[in-house]
């Protein structure tokens, strides 16, 4: 009974990751992904919060993004671009709603090349209906969310050790290297390319190379190619409550000039009430009687990887 | 001749476990008397390796780093003869043959012919336990008081050993991983592993477990570079009784080493992305 009673319990946890890929209104409904639509400047400078040993500014835990999921880079909270059963919630004055992740340039636009903008406008047609294999938003495949897109895919899990920092996503897993290693060469190409990162005070620097391009940016299918790099900056605040991911893309194979994404993320603990988005956690079990919370694998079922929404 | 000799060797071991108490003191908040007094207990002869190993600030052994067998145990957990696809190797586990159950036995001798068809490796598919440990492809330990996440290059997948003093819990899922709580016997660290789900296997020939397979591992440094892995398996439905298997890992010390992403099943469709400029950009 008792390994029925699991394999059914597997069975129902892929099929809801299925819906949650597939039907953004059921998520928004069950989960409340979006939290606010503001949300406050942090400004780099000194670390006065607790550190680690090996002197790191400690930001360890779990964090989520505050804003959206990824069914739309631009306008986070706008509902999946053509969505032929929009929400209600995602519809009108464009003021009322989340700015774009794109803080710079001013208008909230990627600026996409033409050829590049042709084929996101094609993919966000071609969503609905996926008749060509490249219209399935590639995590939908359980392919990992890449950068930027995993730090709105659910929330995730910071640890850091002397020399790295860890990120631990739902899909994919990121290791920022801070201890002054050779690039890897430019040949190797990485669904989260490759991290090389140091502090700045309260601010982690990341440099991100070797990108396979593979991973869009979400379901409105903004990309970019394996010339592309990422200079990230992850500015915490010293209360370790918040911090704001403030990133520069470059790729003069897609865009016509660099632009700046904005990220804001919110820390989670016991404090928090465990959800099925932001904080996935569960009390673990020990003789004590306080309240520990960790988190069960994160494994996207690899098998029903072609599950690809509606098309195989 | 001799007595002095002896008596060096119990200076040095002075002077050694003085230190280790004196760190113990010393801005290392979380470590103790009774930690140095354990690790006294388990190293009882001066000269041995096992002194010289990372340690956590807790004074637990530190197994923080990038490891990899050399076994050729992923070809073939059995001892056998070459064949198209394997070296010959003598196999590495404990009275060499796997008692299997005679109806497993059947299954697996199926898995085996048509393991180029069946092999969730070659599918892309997370090792499971303890499969990712001698697979041939690093996997590295990131590692504090409260955990341990083992990130393996293929896959990219991570599996948590809780050694917080929590247990199982009490309503699991089967998970590729399984469920892993780790405490310390000493400076081995002591792994329970189980609620796995029965999609892995435990090597490339097709042997195989189900989902009442539990896994103990036992982990300890032979010396700072160097851990002796073992693993007792136990699962009623496949085999008759509980077996072992034990394997070395080595610490990748090659320069700028590092873990390259290998999300291995993502090969069938990587072609479709990212779009492509038109040829004549």
Redesign the interface.
Known sequence: MKQVATHFFSVRKTALVVILTGLSAVSFAQGGIPIEKNFPEIKSGDWTGPRLADGQPDVQGHWSNTIANHNNFTDPQGGIPNDPNPRPADQGPREGRAPSRVSDPADGQVPLQPWALEKVKEFQVGFHNPVKPEYIEPLARCAPGGVPKSLYWHGYEISQYPGYVLFQFNSGTRIIHLDNKAPLPDNIKLWNGDSRGHWEGNTLVVSVRNHNGKALFGRSGEFISENGTIEERYIFNSERTRYNYVATITDPTVYTRPFTVTIPAKRYTEKDTPNGWHFEVEPATHAGSELILEHYERICAENNGAFGITAK | MSRPLQLTIQWKWYLLTSSLFLVSIFGLQACNKQTAAEANAQTPQASTPANDIPRL?NGKPDF?GIWQSTSGADYDLEPHNHREDAPPGAGVVEGKYLPYLPDALEQKKKNFAERKKLDPAL????LGVPRGIYYPAPF?V???EKDL?I?HQF??????I?T???????D??????G?SRGKWEGDTLVVDAR?F?D?TWFDSAGNYHS??LQVVERWTFLDRNTIEYQATVTDEKVFSRPWSLSVILHRHREK?F????D?H??LE??E????K??VS?
């Open positions: 600030a923080s599918k892309g598919y997370t590295q990131f590692q504090r996440f990130v896959g990219h997948s991570v599996r948590t809780f917080n003093n929590t247990d199982h819990p009490k699991p899922y089967d998970w590729w991983l469920d609620h789900n999609k989902d009442v700028d590092q873990l390259i992403e999300y099943f993502t469709y990587d479709f992305y990212p779009p400029p038109p950009n």
